[in-house]
C-alpha cells in the first residue's frame, strides 16, 4: 500500500499535474531541516516573485542568465565588427598611401 502511494504520488510530481509548486521547495527544507522559519521564507520570497514576475523563481534566474548570454554574444560580435572595421580602415589608408605614392613616382618617371 505504501509503494502504490508512494508510485502515485511521484506520478503527479513528474507529470507537472502538481499545481503548488511554490511550495514544494518550502516542504523539501521544512521535512528535511525542521526549520519552520527557513520554509516560511522561502514560500513567501517564492510567492513574492512570482506575484511581481509571474515566473516561479527558478524561472526568473533562467530567464536572467540567458538574457545575459545573449549580452555577452553581442558584446562579442560587436568587438568582432569593430574589429573588423578597423582593419579594413587601415587597409584602406594603405592603400591610399601606396596609390599616391605610385602616382607620384609616374609623374617623377614622365617628367623626364
Known amino acids: 500500500m505504501k509503494n ?18 511554490a511550495m514544494v521547495g518550502p516542504t523539501v527544507t521544512l521535512v528535511s531541516t525542521g526549520n519552520f522559519s527557513q520554509a516560511l521564507g522561502t514560500f513567501v520570497t517564492s510567492k513574492a516573485v512570482e506575484e511581481e514576475t509571474g515566473l516561479q523563481p527558478h524561472e526568473l534566474i533562467v530567464q536572467k542568465v540567458e538574457e545575459q548570454q545573449i549580452k555577452n554574444k553581442d558584446k562579442k560580435i560587436n568587438k568582432e565588427l569593430s574589429v573588423m572595421l578597423e582593419n579594413n580602415i587601415r587597409e584602406k589608408q594603405l592603400l591610399i598611401l601606396l596609390e599616391n605614392n605610385i602616382n607620384k613616382t609616374r609623374e617623377i618617371i614622365n617628367s623626364y
Open 4 to 21: 502504490i502511494f508512494l508510485n502515485i504520488l511521484l506520478l503527479i510530481f513528474l507529470s507537472g499535474c502538481f499545481q503548488s509548486t
